[in-house]
Structures are given as C-alpha cells and as structure tokens.
C-alpha cells in the first residue's frame, strides 16, 4: 500500500504540475522577492503515506471483525440446529416407548385366546420398528411413508379389536405424498383416537384419516366417532409432544386443533410454503 501511495503521489502532484501548476509556478520563481523555504517533499509524502496505512488498518480491523461476528453467527446457528434436533429426538424418544407398551399389551391378551392373531400382530409391529429404527438419524419422512406407518398401526389395532374397528386414509392429491414431514405425527394421533375413542365404544367405532390441502395450508384430519373431546379441550403427552415437535420446526406456520364441530377431529394445518421449502435439518445430521 505505501508503494501504491507514494507512486500515486508522485503521479498527481506531476499532473497537476504540469496541467495547472507551472504557469503560477514560473512567474513566482522569477520574482526578485525571496521566496520562504518550505518543508522537504519527503515530509508531504510520509504524511499521505500515515493517512493510507492508518485507514487501510481501519479497513483490516473492520473486515476482521465481520469475519469473527459471521463466525460467531454460524456457530449459534449450529447450535441452535443442534439443540433443536436433540430436542426432536427427546420427544420422539419419549413416544415409541409409549405406543411399544401399548403394543406389547394387545398381543399379550392375544396369546392365549387367538396365537394367529398375536403372530400377525407381532409381524405388523416388527414393520413399524423397521420404519422407526431404519430413519438413518433423519427426523423426517415422506408424507407416503408416514401413512403406511399409520395403516399399519390401525391394522395392529384392528387385530385386537376385529369388527369393532374400521379406517380409511385418504390423500386427495397424490402429488401430496412425496411432501416431507416429521416422523411419528399422525401416529400419537391416531394412537390417543384408539385409546380415548374407540376403545370406550361398545359398539363399532371408525377412524378416518384425511390429507388435503385448502387456503395455502396442508390439513392432516384424524376423526374418530368416540365420546367428544372434553369442554377443556386439553391433551396428553401425545399431543403435547405433537404441539412441540410443530413449534420448533414450523413456529406459528402451523398449528393443531381439537374440533367437536362439525365433526370431532384433530387437525393440523401448516403452512404449504414451509411444508415444500426443505427445512433445515430435513438434510442436517449430527456431524455437521
């Protein structure tokens, strides 16, 4: 840089010498009148020269301490895709357990009674397992697979209960089904629409599941003809951890509703932007 500066000097101060300069220059040098001693050039130089070198070192400190801030920046942004990940597999953690007992339960009461039903239902839940444990670390899965999850646990379900249970899922686009969402976000659903539903009907009870999309928004229904929802409107774990799993990923993007009227059903609607614009730790993984 003081290179540069001091060629650049020497150019101007040349230029406007010989452009503007000389004329006032020579007709002052031929005056009688002593002409005052000015400083050496040089000392005009190192002063151009400090001027330089100080804002260049301005500028180095400036554009180091944007690194350092964007670096800084980076890292929180890790951290805080870490943290939410951890706190997605918390959650997830928390309900395999749960619907595992549940599971367990039903083909206990099966063993005795009817071993070819406790054997179907042990092959449907070793397919559930495979679709739980074989995620790979992702937290997300197509709306497909989450689906031939669900089917699969209500076909556990219609094991044990036989012709007091009937279902429907149904995507009213196909095109629907490649969409990404989080594992296990029907399932809680559905399991609580068993629990609190269906099993404290004497006589056939149904679930239906509906995929659909209406104003922007992805609607996941679960109804069931169970006893209405409570006047509180309050869930369990399940939806719960539900309510959670969508706060951290979605925000207020998305959103869950236990409805009485027209029909009783929960209903989740997120965002159809968020939905098809990959989210960030639909690709992320631990390591990175």
């Not at 951290?248 to 997120?270: F, H, T």
Request: with cysteine; hydrophobic share 40%.
């Amino acid at each position: 840089l003081s290179i540069l500066a001091l060629f650049s000097i020497i150019a101007i101060n040349l230029g406007l010498y010989y452009t503007i300069g000389k004329p006032y220059i020579d007709q002052l040098a031929a005056r009688q009148e002593a002409v005052p001693d000015s400083a050496p050039w040089y000392i005009y130089v190192m002063g151009d020269l400090l001027i330089a070198n100080f804002f260049l070192y301005v500028l180095q400190q400036g554009r180091q301490l944007t690194r350092k801030l964007s670096e800084q920046e980076i890292q929180l942004l890790n951290l805080e895709k870490l943290k939410t990940r951890a706190e997605l597999d918390a959650l997830q953690a928390k309900i395999n357990p749960h619907f595992l007992y549940n599971a367990l339960n039903s083909i206990a009461s099966l063993v005795h009674e009817d071993p070819d039903k406790a054997e179907e239902m042990t092959l449907l839940l070793s397919k559930m397992f495979r679709y739980s444990t074989g995620r790979n670390g992702g937290l997300f899965a197509t709306l497909s697979d989450e689906l031939e999850m669900v089917r699969t646990y209500l076909q556990v379900e219609q094991v044990r209960f036989g012709n007091r249970l009937s279902f429907s899922v149904d995507v009213s686009n196909p095109s629907l089904n490649e969409l990404k969402l989080p594992q296990f976000l029907l399932q809680p659903i559905v399991e609580n629409a068993i629990k609190h539903g269906i099993a404290k009907r004497a006589d056939s009870g149904r679930i239906d599941v509906r995929i659909y999309e209406k104003d922007s928004e992805l609607h996941l229904c679960v109804h069931d003809n169970g006893p209405a929802f409570s006047d509180d409107m309050s869930g369990g774990y399940g939806l719960r951890s539900i309510q959670d799993k969508l706060k951290l990923l979605y925000g207020d993007d998305a959103r869950v509703e236990l409805q009485n009227w027209p029909i009783k059903q929960v209903l989740i609607s997120i965002r159809m932007a968020k939905v098809r614009n990959d989210h960030p730790l639909v690709s992320a993984n631990i390591d990175e």
